[in-house]
Structure formats: structure tokens, C-alpha cells
């Protein structure tokens, strides 16, 4: 038998995990040592983009991906990344060195002292092994635990001396490493056919479609059933839309739910039913109060995740998963008779400006978008304006962070690049939200990963200064950005940059980024304030 690195690097390969993402210190030296090959490391210059490039990753690969960090610092600063991982039902097997086990309890510099509480709030299970012969039966349960619905981040503490310790046992380690564990189930007949007949018999019912009909394979299966059951269909409220679950351009799609709570029950309010799958019921920010749901208003929320289907404060849940069970419910309602709902009015022009309104800017990237193409976006007083404008109809065509920390969209593009090497992957961001991980620069450009980063620059923090204004707060600072340069940061960790200042311009760099095999970034200058449509 070999060593414990010998055998997680076998299980990584087995798993399809080559790809791995980190930032290493000394401590993680060993576990690096005599890297395979035939695997891939992705460095990150900062622990906030290494996770991100393993959400992005994990995301859009649909497998768990390890990044690796450097002890108790390296954890601290990825910490607001995995707060994001978690929010976005992310399987991110987060590892991180440990000083030797001699002198841990002596506390030599670099012992993270308390490793397994560090993460604790943010990652479905924290672990370091009592003996380094349980490292890799540690490592396949983590890898289990964060693909198992719902989905998440988990981290495992691992002592740097453990890498080199001969295992004794190679058919016990076999066991524990080559295991499979499926976990996608469906409801109880009686209970799907219970939901079935009371969509059968409501006189208006919707769909809401959540993020994790993108991520459990569920699309088809959602335009099936709505398109069976003539339902109009509304996205979740976009704070917590990390990606789409129904083709924005459909004509029974009816657009984004509002994120508040009156607003929520207003616009759901001429529904008898409100069938609601693969979200949280629902992401609510900022607070309006009112009626969860008009008096008429029933609810049943398809989910994979436990705590969402409990947390609700409205309707019913059922737990199973969501791909899985819309199939299923699509096979058995009938055909409906019911008047569909009219189209949504196409996205309009809007008035030219100089300089453009951030609407131009994404109108103009809808004109030029590639059937195949990808959005991650960060652009937060954009992303209404963004979501009409664009109109995405396919799947696995949208990240956005539903945990609302900035920070992951310049890493997650990368990520999602990665793992969709044929698809071009376009990043917008705000020039405020692009600071947060800027050093993910650095890795598209050693790297070579073409995603075109577009910065709408307004030189403020916009959706602060709407938010304050709904809030009627006055007077706050720190809202304005003057002279943020994101062309020449770009340059200097060697990303081709340029600014634009008129659409024609815009669109002319913008199908020329999307044709390079270079990450590319084109920053244009809008004119401040919200964007809605
Ligand atoms: C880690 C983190 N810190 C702070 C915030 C608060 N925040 C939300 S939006 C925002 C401003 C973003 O500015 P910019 O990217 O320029 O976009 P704009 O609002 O101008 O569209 C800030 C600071 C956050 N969401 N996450």
C-alpha cells in the first residue's frame, strides 16, 4: 500500500477531481508534493478567489471540487466566499493545512488552533481526522456530504505530516475511498399525486422557478409541466436567484418576482396556487412589510434542502429533488385547458445618453449575446436592467451569488470558464464589485481563461445610495467612487483592457473580447443610479 497522499490522489482521480483550486502556505507543501500530471492546480493570489473559482467550478460542472487553503489565515480570508458557496447550494470540499501533529498542542506558529469550529456556521460538516490513517476515508466522506442535496460547502483540517504516513490496510482503504452514495429521491406517490390533483383543480396557478431546477437537471422538466398546465411563470426574487430555472425569453415566463414581502403576496395575489420549486420561500430583501400571501393564495414548495422547506413562513413543502420530482409531476397532470397568460412585452430601448445608461450597456450585450453564452454577473444596480434586457433561454446560462457577498463574480467566472471550456463566459460587474477579488485578474491571465469581463463603471455605489434612499437614510459616506480605474488594474495583472464610451464601440470590443482566446476586460462609462429595465 501506498501513502495517505497516494491514496487521495487515486480517490481525486477516480472522482473526477483533478481540478484543483488553492492558495498554499508551508503546511500545505506535503499534500502538493509530486503533483500528478494528469491534474490541474488553479492558483488564486487570494483565498476569497480561490474559492470562488471552486464555486463557479462546482457549479457549473455539477461536481464537488476541492479547494485547497492555508491554514487558519487562508481559511479567515475565504470565509466570505464560503458563506457565498453555502447560499448558492455549492459542493466546495474545502481543505486546509494543519502545523505537524507534535506540535499543535504546544500551539506552534500556524496552528490553527480551533479548526474545526473556525468554518463552523458555514459548511454542512467540519472535521479534522483524529489519526492521519482516516485522511482519506475523511476526504470521501466530506466529498459525499458536499454533493448529498442540499448541496454546500464542507472543510476538512488536515496536519501537514499526515501526507507522508504509510497506510496499512489497502483493502480497508479501498472500501472506504471507492464507495458511491446517490441521494436524489423522489416524494411519496400519494403526495405527488395529491400536488398533482390540486394543480388540476386551481383556476389560476403559477409556477415560481428557483435556482436548483437549474442545478438538478430539472429545465425541460419545468417548461414540460408549465407548458402542460398553461402556468404563468415568475423567477424567484433575483437577490436569491443565483441561477435561472426557466427560459427567461418563454412566453409563459412572466418575469422576476419582487424580493420584499408585500410585494411578493401583491404580485403572486392573482394565483389561487403557487407552485414553488428549488428556491428558499422566499429570499426576501429589503424588509416591506405586509401579507406573505393574499387571502386566495395557496403554496407548495418543491425543495431539496430540509431547512428551506422548514424555515418557510408560508404554504406547504414537500422535500425530494427538484429535477426528479417536476419530471414526475409533469408526466402526471394532464393536458390543461386554461387561457395562458399574455406575453410579456419585448425589453425596450432605452433613450441614448452620453454617457450610456447601464441599460444600453447590457441592451448592447443582448444584441451580440451567442446562443451558447454565459453570464456571471455582479453588477448589482444593473442586474433588473440585465435580466430584461438579456433574456437567457438555456440552461446553465447564469451565476449570480444568492448569498449577496461581493466578491464572487470575477473567481466564479473563471470557475465556471473552466468547466465550460466551449461556452463564452462573460462576467458584468460594477467597478465597485470588482475590488473584492481583484487578483482574480492575475489567474485569467497566467491561466489563459477567455472570459470577457465587462465593468460598468458609475463611479458610486449605486444600489447603496437606492437602498438608502428607499430606507430614507440620509447623509451616509463612503458611497461614491471617483477615479476607480479598472482598465489599468486589469493591465497590471496582465488582463487586455480598453474603456468604451458609445454603444457602437461597446458592441464592436465586445464580439472582438468574446472571440479571444484571452480574458479581456472593456470598461464603460454609465451614467449613475439604478438601472430597472
Ligand atoms: C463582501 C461585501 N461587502 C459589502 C457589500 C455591500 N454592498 C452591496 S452592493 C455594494 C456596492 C456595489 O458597487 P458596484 O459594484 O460599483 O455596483 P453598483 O451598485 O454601482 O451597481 C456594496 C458595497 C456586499 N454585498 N458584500
Redo the contacts with the bound molecule.
Sequence with gaps: MGTVREAVVEMLRERGMGTIFGNPGSTELPMLSEFPEDFRYVLGLQEAVAVGMADGYAQASGRPTLVNLHTAPGLGNGM?AIFNAQANHSPVVVTAGQQHRSLMTLQANLTNRDAVRMPHPLVKWSYEPPRAEDVPHALARATHLAGLAPRGPVFLSIPMDDWAVELPDAEEVRHQTTRTVSGAALPAPAVLEELARRLAQASSPALVAGPDIDASGGWEAAVRLAERQRLPVYATPATGGGRIGFPEDHPLFQGILPPAVWPVGDALAAHDLVLVAGTSVFPYYPNIPGALLAPGTELVAITSDPDEAARAPMGDALVADVGLTLRALAELVEDSERTPPPARAEPEAVEVTDPMNPSTAVRTLAQVWPPDGIVVL?????TPALRNQLRLSKPGSYYFSAG????FGMPAAIGVQLACPDRPVVCV??????Q?AVQAFWTAAAYRVPVTYLV?R?D?????KWFGMLESITGAPGLD?PALDCVAVASGYGVNARRVSDAEELETELRTAMASPAPELIEVQVTPGMALT
Excluded: D, R
Excluded at 460 to 464: G, S
Design positions: 466570505g455582479e453588477s448589482p444596480s444593473a449577496g457577498g461581493l466578491g460587474l460594477g467597478e465597485g464589485s470588482a473584492y460598468l458609475n458610486e455605489y449605486a444600489i447603496l467612487l
